[in-house]
């Protein structure tokens, strides 16, 4: 753990035990102990430890099902960790109860349709949480609130108007207004852009850069899109199926990435063919293992080609390789971060059929 | 050589209680055989009632009310729906965005893509089980056979696109339409099915429209690009001269907007304010209020020029400006 961590995860997992169906009701089996129904556990998040300095802006970059917006919902408390716990400053931000008692943290969501509750007013929505942490008094708070519009780009009477008389765009300044009018030290922000067209992309990425140089907000940017994360990131965490395997400062992460996982997620992305020669990606075989049953050792042994032997056996923790980088990998160790193996020629993506891998995997966890 | 396809002035508007809106407004493209067309837009572009429009999937209040779409030489606008059916899905395939929406998710595969090749043809069910396999085997999906009895929902989402491209496949169509296939898939399952349609293409020698916002992921497939904005296609072009050196100032801005082409942590250079509504374009070129080169002429319509193989509808192309 950094000294300098403002925000930290400490060893958090979160799972999901999956509601048991009728249909595996009837399958349960009679035991000494009674009947036994086969219980379902997604282990969305596991032992992640991670921390942002202040007024950093991290990254967390994945793909669907990794379990980064989960580890975002920890981070702002909106689930308990299953175990292990995040601090704020060091002080814990849930009570023994489980309730967020921080209000420093807050979160801007991916689609701004659902998130913005379509029968209120702009500006009760952004008043609200601020009225009720005595932020703002019901008298100065259509100011309070204009102010906030202001900031975000938008007119300060549109606090009158409901969230259907607005583009996607300006929904998602509105999300952002509601999250920043609490007056958040920490902003974590769940695929902010993601939903919005190319050009009105840009617009909200401007924000978010003028906002954090403003606001000298603290800041989880989670993203599967590895463009936006490099251009508004200090550093960058990379997850698969619950665990974080690669971090690192952005330039260096991009230019040298060191995680097998990492290296073919980079080169999968299709990048703009300015010439008639063959596109520059190449995809990664295989599919992301069911988090139900991860497989055993390093999740991406399956898929990974560098893989050994002991890569089925052991999970390889995350270890500094480098100056601020780390990686958990058997394969990639600190010293021969620039020696490593390089995956197999360009262009030829490892010989193996898309299998469908689950089988394999429950196989491998038994 | 003949155009496979030849889009003549297609307008598509939809007729609300709030007026016309004119969701395609004087399209017009071909396709030779074999091409790929990548029909590159934002969302209310026009772009996927474009692709309903040339498979005659519009329906009220929607209405195609002027325009021409050739196609093998059959004039598909006012054909009767008889003869339509005849063409849609043996000639003319479409794969939508979301899989888990247009397969039928009570049907196994089998039953689904049976159903589709029973629709124009009638075979036996070893042949019908053959060809299936033999589609599913083109697609990336390993051990066909075993799958054919499974449901939509045992497959995971790049595994379920990967059918409705195989079902697309059925008859050996000569032009299929796809309407942003790999937008709601993962990067890596994205440059997967990226990669096999590429070879597909090759080897089958169909040709694709493929619709899409992605610039890049257009970019990787695509021999020819359209643009479009506001109902119409503002530049089209080989994709290399097109991203390489865009005439209309939206595909410049466009590109511009793209992270991957700023130094990180600086201003991208946005294109200003949003698309106007379609219900209420303004008069000439639509993109004239966020275009910062429009002047007095731009508020008549921009007529379409040609300059090498692209062709855009600009009053002021960049590097052509007089």
Known sequence: ?366 | MTPLLQVTDLATHFFTRAGALKAVDGVSFQLAPGEVLGLVGESGSGKTVTGFSLLGLIEPPGKIVRGSVRFEGHELIGMRERDLRSIRGRRLAMVFQDPTMTLNPVLTILRQMSLALQAHKQLSNDAIRARCIEVLTLVGIPDAGSRLDAYPHEFSGGMRQRVAIAIALLHNPSLIIADEPTTALDVSVQAQILTEMRDLVRRIGTSLIWISHDLATVSSLADRIAVMYAGRIVEEGPTAQVLKQPRHPYTQGLLDSLPSRTVPGQALPHIPGMMPSLLDLPQGCSYAPRCGRADDRCSSDPALTRVDAGAFRCHHPIGLDE
């Open chain 1, 1 to 366: 753990m950094t000294s300098d961590a403002f925000l930290a995860a400490e060893d958090v997992s979160k799972r999901f035990v999956l509601p048991v169906l009728w249909s595996e009701r009837v399958a349960a089996r009679f035991t000494r102990r009674g009947w036994i129904a086969p219980v379902r556990v997604v282990h969305a998040v596991e032992s992640v430890s991670l921390f942002i300095r202040r007024g950093e802006v991290l990254g967390l970059v994945g793909e669907s099902g990794c379990g980064k917006s989960t580890l975002g919902r920890v981070l702002t408390g909106i689930l308990p960790a299953s175990s292990g716990q995040v601090l704020l400053e060091g002080k814990p931000i849930m009570n023994a109860a489980g309730r967020k008692i921080d209000r420093r943290i807050q979160m801007v969501f991916q689609n701004p349709y659902a998130s913005l509750n379509p029968r209120n007013r702009v500006g009760r929505a952004i008043a609200e949480g601020p009225l009720a942490h005595g932020l703002t008094t019901p008298a100065g708070a259509a100011a309070y609130v204009g102010g906030w519009l202001t900031r975000v780009g938008l007119d300060a009477s549109c606090a009158d108007r409901y969230p259907h008389e607005f583009s996607g765009g300006q929904r998602q300044r509105i999300a952002i207004a509601r999250a920043l009018a609490m007056q958040p030290e920490v902003l974590i922000c769940d695929e902010p852009v993601a939903s919005l067209d190319v050009s009105i992309q840009a617009q909200i990425i401007n924000l978010f850069l003028q906002l954090r140089r403003e606001l000298s907000l603290t800041m989880l940017f989670i993203s599967h899109d590895l463009g936006v994360v490099r251009h508004l990131c200090d550093r960058v965490a990379v997850m698969y199926l619950g665990r974080i395997v690669e971090s690192s400062p952005t330039a260096s992460l991009y230019e040298a990435p060191q995680h097998p996982y990492t290296r073919a997620l980079l080169a999968s992305v299709p990048k703009l063919r300015l010439d008639q020669e063959a596109a520059s990606f190449r995809p990664i075989a295989g599919e992301l293992p069911s988090p139900l049953a991860p497989p055993s050792g390093c999740a991406f042994h399956a898929r990974c080609a560098l893989v050994q032997p002991i890569c089925l056996s052991d999970v390889p923790p995350l270890r500094p390789i480098a100056e601020g980088r780390e990686a958990a990998c058997h394969v990639v160790t600190a010293g021969d971060a620039r020696t490593i193996p390089q995956p197999p020629g360009p262009g030829k993506p490892r010989e193996t059929p898309f299998t469908d891998k689950k089988i394999d995997f429950d196989r491998d966890s038994e």
